[in-house]
């Protein structure tokens, strides 16, 4: 699992292998990861697109201290 950076320094993808995903409760599955991922103090917004995942920071939080939290939502999948 890797954050990779994106033009926008607040902003970091994440590629998610589609067949992890369960595609017939796919939408409540990026539900149930939304929902972790907002739990993350500094994280301001979650994008779903075809084999990726873009979250955004607040612009004051560093990615340091958040870069772990959201591996470790990503992990359990």
Do not use: C, R
Not at 25 to 54: A, C, M, R, W
């Amino acid at each position: 699992m890797e954050l990779i950076d994106t033009p926008n320094p607040n902003a970091k993808k994440i590629v998610i292998d589609q067949t992890a995903l369960d595609q017939s409760n796919l939408e409540l599955q990026q539900h149930d990861l939304s929902i972790n991922l907002y739990k993350i103090e500094g994280v301001s917004s979650v994008f779903f697109g075809p084999g990726f995942v873009t979250i955004t920071k607040e612009e004051d939080v560093g990615w340091e201290s958040i870069n772990q939290d959201i591996i470790n939502i990503f992990d359990k999948l």
